[in-house]
């Protein structure tokens, strides 16, 4: 089966700084994967060399085609969803009137549909539907500004899946969110994965990320240290190291160490 998302190679300069090196990731269909690393690692750097808002080497494959040489706009109406860390709404308008807007790019055959046989324009059709899914029904009719954090970052991923897009990239979704609000997301966005749509997860919420992802990628210093299950990354004295600062052998050996160097790392992730 064709990867959602195979990108290879992917390397990003800035002036003499290379934010990235020869990164590779893959997102399998229906697959929800992580991306982690300490500040500074090129997380966003990679979403933004794969979305095409920064210039990057390398091949970008989407659903199997090559997407390397197209612009953003071009990436995105190929299936490509990203958030972003600030989470931009129209405020002035209501929930539900911002999920219409981001579903708004008809189809001859659907605006067809709409004008003769009256049927339901196809952005409102879009945004009751991820209403439905994310449970956002109860605020449809409120205005972004009413919100609390946890459900304003709510309605920019249901932003993001108005465009019905191939492939979902979520950008610290979980930023500010307290544990309750974290946990509610993670079983969220399980659920949308559950229900088809590939999704690459970036966030510093060590609980969240490892509760809920089927595979963990892991930068340091813009160099990819690892990948594996969330036990396998869990473990890994690499990742231990870049988190901590310390060598395998202060972690290892004896699986009580190696959990409580973890519990120490999730600890200060959440304080990011």
């Known amino acids: ?19 990235l090196q020869d990164v590779d990731l893959a997102v399998d269909q229906g697959k929800l994967v992580g991306l982690i690393g300490p500040n500074g690692a090129g997380k966003t750097t990679f979403v933004d060399a794969i979305t095409g808002f920064v210039q990057a080497s390398g ?14 706009h071009r990436r995105s109406h190929l299936g490509l969803a990203r958030t972003w860390q600030t989470i931009e709404l129209f405020d002035d308008l209501t929930v539900r009137e911002n ?10 055959p659907s605006s067809f549909a709409e004008i003769v046989f009256g049927r339901q324009p196809r952005a409102e059709r879009l945004a ?10 109860g605020i449809a009719e409120e205005m972004p500004s009413d919100l609390s954090q946890g459900r304003r970052k709510l309605v920019g991923i249901a932003r993001a899946l108005a465009g019905k897009p191939s492939l979902l990239l979520l950008d610290e979704p979980a930023a500010g969110l307290d544990t309750n609000e974290s946990r509610d997301l993670g079983r969220r966005l399980r659920r949308i994965v559950d229900g088809g749509l590939p999704t690459l997860l970036i966030d510093h919420d060590m609980g969240l990320v490892l509760g809920i992802c089927d595979e963990i990628y892991v930068l340091d210093f813009g160099k990819l240290i690892a990948r594996g299950t ?7 004295p ?8 310390k060598s395998a052998a202060e972690v290892e050996p004896g699986a009580s160490k190696v959990g409580a160097a973890w519990a120490a790392v999730a600890e200060g992730a959440a304080e990011q």
Not at 1 to 19: H, N, P, Q, Y
């Open 128 to 137: 009751e539907e991820v209403l439905g899914l994310l449970d956002l029904e």
């Open 99 to 108: 999920l219409a807007v981001a579903g708004g790019r008809p189809s001859l």
């Open 59 to 72: 091949s970008v494959r989407l659903e199997g085609r090559e997407i390397s040489s197209l612009p953003p």
């Open 230 to 236: 969330p036990e396998e990354v869990r473990r890994h």
């Open 1 to 19: 089966m064709t990867a959602a998302l195979e990108a290879v190679g992917i390397s990003v300069s800035f002036g003499a700084v290379r934010a």
């Open 238 to 245: 690499d990742v231990l190291a870049a988190y901590l600062g």
